[in-house]
């Protein structure tokens, strides 16, 4: 090896100090999350179906654990996980079709799944609330 070589500095990798991660990877990232987190959510409601088609009493557990804050906080979490995975599925969805791949466009497609998925949660959980009385 050439002593001019041995001699200059390493380039070194960005930390996170130093590196801020885009709104692309961290909304692909909780894509990933949100898929893992459904496989649970998907366990209450087949327990949700079950009770209601075999027993009473465990219905109305979870009918009345429904209605706690902690089950209202999780369902309201499996709603929002739900509907943020549905607009990162039509993200990419739209990205298969190859439209907004450019920088600026798939930023704006980025924020946009997680505006439209917040905004989607609080609709259908202001629905139950009213259609609820």
Do not use: C
Request: glycine share 6%; proline share 4%; no cysteine.
């Amino acid at each position: 090896m050439s002593q001019q070589a041995a001699s200059r500095p390493r380039p070194l990798s960005p930390h996170l100090t130093i590196y801020k991660p885009p709104i692309t990877m961290a909304m692909s990232i909780i894509h990933r999350i949100t898929g893992g987190a459904l496989y649970f959510g998907t366990l209450l409601v087949a327990w949700w179906l079950l009770a209601a088609a075999t027993s009473q009493s465990q219905f109305v557990f979870l009918s009345e654990w429904s209605e706690t804050i902690i089950g209202r906080l999780i369902l309201v979490l499996y709603t929002w996980t739900l509907m943020h995975h549905m607009m990162g599925g039509i993200r990419h969805l739209v990205w298969d079709t190859v439209h907004g791949l450019e920088k600026n466009n798939s930023r704006k497609i980025a924020w946009a799944t997680l505006v439209v998925s917040i905004t989607l949660t609080a609709l259908i959980w202001a629905t139950v609330i009213w259609t609820k009385g």
